[in-house]
Every structure is written in C-alpha cells, then in structure tokens.
T-cell receptor
C-alpha cells in the first residue's frame, strides 16, 4: 500500500525567507508520481509541482522546487522568497501506475504561516 | 476553460436525509474523481470515473453512497440516510488522462462541497 508522511503539522517562516516542507513516501511500485498541492482557507486544492519517479532532475516551478531523493523516498517542497499569500495548508500526494485510476494518496498536510 | 465547478458549495442537512452533490469537470477531461476530506486530514479517494464508467470505488464508499456520471460529462454524488460522520468536504477533481505516465495525470480540483450533518 502507498503511504505519504508529512511530519510537520505546522511551520512558520519569515516573509522573503525560504522554507522546506518535508514529505516521505512508501511504495513498492517502480513507477509513480509525486505532487504538491496548496489549500488556502477557501478550500480549493491548487496544484503546485510534480515529480515523476523516473525523472532525473528535480522539478522546479517558479518559486517552488521539489527536492527528490529517491533512495531516501523523500520529496520535500522548497518555497523560496516566501510571500504572505503562501500561508496555507500544503499537501504532498502520490499516484502510482499500479492502479489504473491514478488516484492520489495524500499526506495529512503541513500548515504554513508566513510572518511579515 | 472555467475549471472544475461544484454545487452546492455548502450543504446543511439533518441526519437521515438524502443529499446530492454535483460536479462539472473541465470540458473534455475524461477522468473524474471524488475525494472526501475531514478536518485535519488530507483528502481521501472515494471513486473514479473514466468517461461514463465507474471503474474504481474505495472501501470508504459505503452502500449509502452512490455516484454517477451519465454521458461522461458532469457527475453526481448522492448520500442516502446521512449520518453525522458524513460531515466533511467533498472534493471533485478531473484530469485529461493523456499520456501513459502518472505525471500526465495532474488532477484539477473544484472548490468542494462542505457537508454538515446535524
């Protein structure tokens, strides 16, 4: 079974600083995808970044980068130059090709608070 | 493209009543998912449609829950004889399903329907 673990229930970061949100995963599949979503207080899940298990380079999307360490089964999200609007819940998720649906398995999330 | 929409955004009902939620996916997305999110948790998978066919159901989906996607467009999720434990946010997501890699399956989420069962 697939499992996502996010060990940081809450994180604080000063505005304009960088922050790393931790995510580890457990799977026996060779082919899988790792995702990060942001969920503001409004409730909508916003896609941030994706990393495929066979991708050799770490994914980057603007201020977001994914620190993918396959051997350690970790996929940490790095947010550079934090902004007040980054305050939200952040979820790490995984999909795998073993299930034809590519359903997402989510962690419990990390609440990020950006301090002015 | 207006994104995934869900209706209603909020629903308050009494225990034992039936409720129905609607999801309109991004047009031409053939994959549609329902998730449930309770307070302090990440979303949990409920069911999946590819076009009009319901191909996968989670064990979370008891026999009081039924989902449909007629004609492979919008989808409905019905909960019969609601219980207080059904109180949650119900999220719908869609994806194009293009490509073989799971990464090509980025799921776009709607704003959710928040259900409160009194």
């Amino acid at each position: 079974a697939q499992k996502i673990t996010q060990t940081q229930p809450g994180m604080f970061v000063q505005e304009k600083e960088a922050v790393t949100l931790d995510c580890t995963y457990d799977t026996s599949d060779q082919s899988y995808g790792l995702f990060w979503y942001k969920q503001p207080s409004s409730g909508e899940m916003i896609f941030l970044i994706y990393q495929g298990s066979y991708d050799e380079q770490n994914a980057t999307e603007g201020r977001y980068s994914l620190n993918f360490q396959k051997a350690r089964k970790s996929a940490n999200l790095v947010i550079s130059a934090s902004q007040l609007g980054d305050s939200a819940m952040y979820f790490c998720a995984m999909s795998f090709s073993g299930a034809g649906s590519y359903q997402l398995t989510f962690g419990k999330g990390t609440k990020l608070s950006v301090i002015p | 493209d207006t994104g995934v929409s869900q209706d209603p955004r909020h629903k308050i009902t009494k225990r034992g009543q039936n409720v129905t939620f609607r999801c309109d996916p991004i047009s031409e997305h053939n994959r549609l998912y329902w998730y449930r999110q309770t307070l302090g948790q990440g979303p949990e998978f409920l069911t999946y449609f590819q076009n009009e066919a319901q191909l996968e159901k989670s064990r979370l989906l008891s026999d009081r829950f039924s989902a449909e996607r007629p004609k492979g467009s919008f989808s409905t999720l019905e909960i019969q004889r609601t219980e207080q434990g059904d109180s949650a946010m119900y999220l719908c997501a869609s994806s194009s399903g293009q490509g073989a890699r799971s990464g090509d399956n980025e799921q776009f989420f709607g704003p959710g329907t928040r259900l409160t069962v009194l």
